[in-house]
């Protein structure tokens, strides 16, 4: 009856030992950009990074539970987000199929390790699947509600809201009234940027005609085919590939197979919009490709691939299969193909791979091999030893949150 806290707890048992950790690389980073709108500092310029959810609810919890609680986010939301995914593969499916999809994203390494500092993309893909999951129930008002809490967080989302509306116009054929309010609150926020003086985030934008904004480099790379761009196939190479992410997708399509009823193809057409929209936006877009950008769609491929391994022949192998491979990638770098593809990087005691030339430092960010990085990184910290390689690098004035003053 209470099978499904079996990935909740798989989830908690591996993510409680790095509960406290100073966040680092992009956490670092958005860390303290909460704590720059938490004291009040140009609360405005903060504003041109990504909409302000992150940074209220970070707010919220250095004002109750202090500075050390950012792990926390991770936590509660983790849950939430495989309970999530939890009902959408009960809704969609049955609940073999919901407990193992669950199962297989309470223990994906980028879930884990982007989840523990609350990462802006972790945050929207939680949120993502708890509006997906209302979308399913017809529950429309509360599936408008996450999906504009979502866009407040990252302003990527808005190719979510727009695949569902693409949905009901074209396939369900009926639209309702709370499938734009999304798409308005984006453009009411894009407006008061421009109000303010301020535009969207178009920071590290690469492309040829970066000062035309991120808006019109993701038009420019559709209409003029610059999307087939060394970062476009950085990331699909992530999606697709990067750290046995190819066996889950072998069992995602193979699921075609088995989905046949006309109906629940039509039910799954928002996600596949979405696929196709992301792939072309957001993963074509020419900058640091990182890791944690295709986590919005990977619970989905867990999804469908957890449908076909249930519908195999022998079953209980493939299962089976599907487990330890995910077992495998979220501790250790072996995927023989990924070994072919990216070289590997050794930080502290840790060998992890990483495009140098593309990924930025946060491209080690993808198993629990960085939170053993970033947990050795806090022991040395806190020990006085600031002798740290430039992949995990500290900020001096994060460290004096946490009370450490000795690193200079």
């Given at each position: ?152 967080t990252k302003e990527t989302v808005i190719f979510f809201a727009v695949s569902i ?47 035309q904004g991120s808006f019109m480099t993701m038009v420019n790379n559709i209409l ?185």
């Amino acid at each position: 009856m209470y099978l499904f806290l079996i990935p909740i707890v798989i989830y908690l048992i591996l993510y409680v030992q790095y509960l406290f950790l100073i966040p680092g690389n992009d956490g670092g980073l958005e860390f303290m950009f909460a704590n720059r709108w938490y004291t009040g500092d140009n609360i405005l310029q903060l504003l041109s990074l990504h909409p302000p959810f992150k940074l209220i609810l970070n707010s919220f919890f250095y004002q109750f539970f202090g500075y050390w609680s950012t792990g926390w986010i991770g936590l509660i939301f983790g849950i939430a987000g495989i309970y999530a995914l939890y009902l959408i593969g009960k809704k969609l499916f049955d609940k073999k199929v919901a407990i193992l999809s669950s199962l297989l994203l309470a223990t994906s390494g980028l879930y884990l390790s982007v989840g523990i500092f609350g990462i802006h993309d972790f945050l929207i893909t939680v949120l993502i699947l708890f509006a997906f999951f209302f979308y399913l129930e017809s529950r429309y008002i509360w599936c408008a509600v996450f999906v504009c809490i979502a866009v407040l967080t990252k302003e990527t989302v808005i190719f979510f809201a727009v695949s569902i509306l693409i949905s009901d116009l074209f396939i369900r054929k009926r639209v309702k009234f709370e499938t734009f309010t999304p798409i308005i609150v984006l453009i009411w926020y894009i407006e008061f940027l421009h109000f303010s003086g301020y535009h969207l985030w178009n920071d590290w934008n690469f492309s040829p005609e970066p000062k035309q904004g991120s808006f019109m480099t993701m038009v420019n790379n559709i209409l003029k085919l610059q999307l087939f761009n060394k970062y476009a196939y950085e990331n699909w190479l992530h999606l697709f590939v990067f750290n046995f992410n190819w066996v889950y997708w072998i069992f995602a399509l193979g699921s075609f197979y088995f989905l046949k009823k006309k109906e629940i193809l039509k039910t799954l057409a928002p996600i596949g919009i979405f696929f196709f929209l992301f792939l072309i936006t957001v993963l074509s877009f020419q900058t640091f490709t990182i890791n944690r950008y295709i986590l919005p769609l990977l619970p989905f491929v867990y999804l469908l691939a957890s449908y076909t391994a249930m519908q195999l022949r022998y079953k209980t192998v493939f299962i089976s299969l599907l487990i330890i491979i995910s077992l495998v990638s979220l501790t250790n770098s072996v995927d023989p193909i990924s070994n072919l593809l990216w070289s590997k990087t050794a930080i502290l005691d840790q060998n992890l791979y990483l495009n140098h030339t593309l990924d930025g430092d946060d491209g080690i960010t993808y198993n629990m091999q960085y939170l053993t990085l970033m947990k050795e990184r806090t022991a040395i910290l806190e020990s006085g030893n600031c002798s740290l390689p430039t992949l995990i690098r500290y900020d001096s004035q994060e460290l004096t949150l946490f009370h450490i003053t000795s690193c200079k």
